[in-house]
């Protein structure tokens, strides 16, 4: 339903500097996780995917780290800028594949 | 060239209306869905259409009737419009379905820019 009651975590950043937006997650069945980024006033984008067999990978200044024991990822930007100012979604997905589902999202606020 | 394009952006209309967003893709995609966001960015899938075919209703009230006439077009129709109904409507498409029990290659949705209904 509605996320009523929820406020959209903020993590503030000052430019240049690395960020880490967490997502915990409660499937122990998750197999499969994606981030995605939204700027103001647009629609979702993804960023960067990772499957349970693996525990790190890297794009292009991100890398997500995953950890099954404690059912927690994270999204490590580096070198912050002014452009990575948005909300970020993690995604599980778990072995049914049957939809891309979004957590609450964290908001990344970028300091001049 | 905008690969999933939504109309209207903006949606302004009184409780009781019935209107439609309208949604096109030219990604050559097979699978469009339509998510809610509310105002606390809290983004719910509503319908998802493999090839014309409804694979995901969910539990969507069934004043929400989408509509996808080609494989390129997923339409939202919604009748008796209440005020909860007020959110950014996305559309999204993607390369390959879920929810056959194979494993994709990619999770990767490709959103539009939303549309904003806002219900007075």
């Known amino acids: 339903g509605e996320s009523v009651g929820l406020h959209l975590p903020t993590l503030s950043v000052q430019e240049g500097d690395n960020s880490i937006i967490n997502c915990a997650y409660s499937?122990?069945?998750?197999?499969?996780f994606i981030w995605y980024k939204q700027e103001s006033g647009k629609g979702p984008q993804f960023i960067i995917d990772?499957?349970?067999?693996?525990d790190k990978r890297q794009g292009q200044r991100v890398t997500v780290l995953l950890n099954k024991t404690v059912k927690h990822l994270s999204l490590q930007i580096a070198a912050t800028q002014p452009g990575d100012s948005a909300v970020y979604f993690c995604?599980?997905?778990?072995?049914?594949?049957?939809?891309?589902?979004f957590g609450i999202g964290t908001k990344l606020q970028v300091i001049p | 060239d905008t690969a999933v394009s939504q109309t209207p952006k903006y949606l302004v209309t009184q409780m009781g209306n019935d209107k439609s967003i309208k949604c096109e893709q030219n990604?050559?995609?097979?699978?469009m869905y339509w998510y809610k966001q509310d105002s606390k960015k809290f983004l719910k899938i509503m319908f998802s259409?493999?090839?014309?075919?409804?694979?995901i209703n969910e539990t969507v009230p069934n004043r929400f009737s989408p509509k996808s006439p080609d494989k390129a077009h997923l339409n939202l129709h919604i009748n008796s419009l209440e005020l909860g109904d007020s959110a950014v409507y996305f559309c999204?498409?993607?390369?390959?379905?879920f929810g056959t029990g194979r494993i994709p290659d990619t999770g990767e949705l490709f959103f539009g820019e939303g549309s904003r209904l806002t219900v007075l």
């Open positions: 999204a498409s993607s390369q390959e379905p």
């Open positions: 499937n122990s069945a998750s197999d499969y």
């Open positions: 990772i499957r349970s067999n693996m």
């Open positions: 995604a599980p997905m778990d072995k049914s594949y049957q939809k891309v589902t």
């Open positions: 990604l050559g995609h097979d699978t």
């Open positions: 259409y493999n090839n014309k075919e409804l694979i």
